[in-house]
């Protein structure tokens, strides 16, 4: 017989399957290539209960990166307390699994992600997605022991946000580029941003 009524403790964990899947799914195969169904199906609830928790796939998409974060600090704080790792190594490695993020289960959105899902947010959304960016990024960099100023805060996102982009794009959304070399350009765009930030460090 069909579960009628749920508990509102059955609820909050129904929702942290459905984060949790999701960020599993995105994370190897990509956000556009990750269904609702694929979702809700791997859970075990059907189309409508999902769609009581979320009411688009954007939402769920905000949430699986909202969900993300701790983790990602949580990394962090490991590879720099590993004594096996200099600091050089700890934040190249670091970013490195950032750009590889299929691999480590970190959720990275494509150029093509980033327009689909960015075009259908509301005003609040937008910009509560992009404090809770530079909180992210800022608590990294306090993390790399580096005094995170807004301007040092927005340069870092934005070098780091370039290598994961431009590895995710080569070649279907970066033609022009040589894919061969994929690997290289992000090992050569992650050296220069960790002597940027080895030169900032406290």
């Excluded at 990750?34 to 059907?46: C, D, P």
């Excluded at 033609?175 to 290289?184: I, K, N, Q, R």
Aim: glycine share 2%; with cysteine.
């Amino acid at each position: 017989m069909p579960r009628v009524a749920y508990s509102e403790a059955d609820r909050e964990r129904i929702r942290a399957e459905l984060v949790a899947v999701g960020l599993e799914l995105m994370a190897k195969q990509g956000i556009q290539h990750t269904t609702v169904e694929q979702v809700y199906k791997r859970v075990g609830i059907s189309r409508t209960f999902f769609y009581s928790f979320f009411s688009t796939k954007e939402e769920l998409v905000l949430e699986t990166l909202y969900w993300q974060q701790p983790k990602i600090l949580a990394y962090v704080q490991k590879l720099m307390a590993d004594p096996a790792l200099s600091w050089r190594d700890a934040v190249k490695k670091f970013l490195h699994d950032c750009c590889y993020g299929e691999k480590s289960g970190i959720a990275v959105l494509t150029i093509e992600e980033q327009q689909l899902i960015f075009k259908r947010l509301s005003k609040e959304s937008y910009q509560m997605f992009r404090q809770k960016q530079h909180q992210l990024f800022k608590k990294i960099l306090e993390n790399f022991g580096i005094n995170a100023d807004t301007k040092r805060v927005n340069l870092f996102t934005n070098l780091s946000l370039t290598a994961m982009i431009i590895r995710r794009a080569l070649p279907d959304t970066l033609p022009l580029f040589v894919p061969e070399v994929a690997d290289e350009t992000v090992d050569f765009q992650l050296d220069a941003i960790v002597d940027v930030l080895e030169k900032l460090k406290v």
